[in-house]
């Protein structure tokens, strides 16, 4: 199977920009999550959906949003970018138990967007 | 915000020596994973251990959890220099079935000297 696939990798924007990234899921995983990554906060966490839901959201503005389609790729998009947006963006996927009480979903990540902010 | 530390922030050892980090952890937790990360890479998944289990081994790794003092640690037997990396716990605090959300901890920074 393959990975987790992000796109693109490598990318440098202007502030007041906008920058859509990409996510293409494991095969059969319906749950993708984003997280940012930079050397002062780590790695936080953005959102997460299923199903074309957003389920979780986490400590960020409105100008970062995203979305998941039927096939459970997925984007987001980060509007009015700031110097503070340059980061590593991981995004992650993981196979949903059916169980209701299943608590062992291992996460998979992509290799990651690199945003540069100028 | 992150949810814990990991002890140490960084680490040097000899090659063929055994590497242990620790994580700690601030609430109740489903369960604790455990990641490696290569300068500039993404997020490799090394190992998965439940809350209600308290050992896991997987091939040189080992990890225990103690969830009386929400800690973890990861041993890494016989290092080698491939295993020069950043090592992150994440733990799955959401107890309600399918929410996936990771809360990382500051991550050890391995360096394994040939």
């Known amino acids: 199977k393959a990975g987790v696939t992000q796109t693109p990798r490598y990318l440098i924007k202007t502030r007041g920009q906008q920058v859509t990234l990409s996510c293409s899921p494991i095969s059969g995983h319906r749950s993708v999550s984003w997280y940012q990554q930079t050397p002062g906060q780590g790695l936080q966490f953005l959102f997460e959906?299923?199903?074309?839901?957003?389920?979780n959201k986490g400590n960020f503005p409105g100008r970062f949003s995203g979305r998941q389609f039927s096939n459970s790729r997925s984007e987001m998009n980060v509007s009015t970018l700031e110097l503070g947006d340059s980061a590593l963006y991981l995004c992650a996927s993981s196979p949903q138990g059916v169980e209701a009480n299943d608590s062992g979903n291992t996460i998979y990540f992509g290799e990651g967007s690199w945003l540069t902010v100028v | 915000s992150q949810q814990g530390e990991e002890d140490p922030q960084a680490l040097s050892i000899q090659e063929g020596e055994n590497a242990t980090m620790n994580c700690s952890y601030k609430t109740s937790i489903n369960n604790l994973q455990w990641y490696r990360q290569n300068s500039g890479r993404g997020l490799v998944h090394l190992i998965l251990i439940r809350s209600n289990e308290r050992e896991k081994h997987s091939g040189r790794l080992r990890v225990t959890l103690d969830t009386s003092k929400k800690s973890s640690s990861l041993l890494i037997t016989a290092s080698r220099a491939a295993d020069t990396a950043s090592y992150f716990c994440?733990?799955?605090?959401?107890?309600?079935?399918?929410?996936?959300?990771?809360?990382f901890g500051t991550g050890t920074r391995l360096t394994i000297i040939p």
């Open positions: 994440a733990t799955d605090e959401d107890r309600n079935f399918g929410n996936e959300k990771l809360t």
């Open positions: 959906y299923f199903s074309e839901t957003q389920r």
